[in-house]
């Protein structure tokens, strides 16, 4: 299981996702990017951002 907070990326952003692949994880935190925070563009560093902040979580039981 993959997490993207996105606080650790916006401060003060709640938000957060999870998913089996980071893919998903990834699809779900550019569309969050999109709509919540106004980014027209994904610049590659955006993307390398994001990916760097994607942690591997346990499942929850």
């Given at each position: 299981?993959?997490?993207?907070?996105?606080?650790s990326l916006?401060?003060?952003?709640?938000?957060?996702?999870?998913?089996?692949?980071?893919?998903?994880?990834?699809?779900?935190?550019?569309?969050?990017?999109?709509?919540?925070h106004g980014?027209?563009?994904?610049?590659?560093?955006?993307?390398?951002?994001?990916?760097?902040?994607?942690?591997?979580?346990?499942?929850?039981?």
């Amino acid at each position: 299981m993959k997490e993207f907070q996105c606080g650790s990326l916006v401060p003060g952003c709640d938000w957060h996702t999870r998913a089996e692949e980071e893919a998903e994880v990834m699809r779900r935190a550019v569309e969050h990017m999109r709509e919540t925070h106004g980014e027209t563009t994904i610049r590659e560093t955006m993307v390398e951002a994001i990916r760097s902040r994607i942690q591997k979580v346990r499942d929850a039981a």
